[in-house]
Nanobody
C-alpha cells in the first residue's frame, strides 16, 4: 500500500489543522493505521492510531483530548483533526500502516509509511 500525507501548514498556537492520509494500491480496510511525528533532533514519536474499522483509537498522552483520529474506508483516507495546537506540536507528521495492530505505538511495527507533512505552530 502507498500512503500520502497532506494538509500540513503553519498555524498559530490555539488553532486547528486537519491532516489527511490517502492510501492506494492495497485493501485499505486490512490495515491498522497510525500517525507519528518527528521534531528536529528528536526521535519519531507516536501520536495516534486507529484499528481496521475504526472501532478502537489510541492517543499519546501529549495529544489526548486535543487530537482526533478517524478513517473513511470508503475513501481510503485517514484523518487527524488537531485542535488547541501548541508550539511543541511542531514536527513533520507521518502516516503509517500495517496489517497487524498489536504494538500500535511502535514505529518499527508499521511496514508502510507516507512521506510526511510539516506542521508548524507559532507561539
Amino acid at each position: 500500500v502507498q500512503l500520502q500525507a497532506y494538509g500540513g501548514g503553519m498555524v498559530q498556537a490555539g488553532g486547528s489543522l486537519r491532516l489527511s492520509c490517502a492510501a492506494s494500491g492495497g485493501s485499505f480496510i486490512e490495515y491498522g493505521l497510525g500517525w507519528f511525528r518527528q521534531a528536529p533532533g528528536k526521535e519519531r514519536e507516536f501520536v495516534a492510531a486507529i484499528s481496521w474499522r475504526g472501532g478502537s483509537a489510541y492517543y499519546s498522552d501529549s495529544v489526548k483530548g486535543r487530537f482526533t483520529i478517524s478513517r473513511d474506508n470508503a475513501r481510503n483516507t485517514m484523518y487527524l483533526q488537531m485542535s488547541s495546537l501548541k508550539a511543541e506540536d511542531t514536527a513533520v507528521y507521518y502516516c503509517a500502516a500495517d496489517r497487524s495492530f498489536v504494538r500500535v505505538t511502535t514505529p518499527l511495527d508499521y511496514a508502510y509509511w507516507g512521506q510526511g507533512t510539516q506542521v508548524t505552530v507559532s507561539s
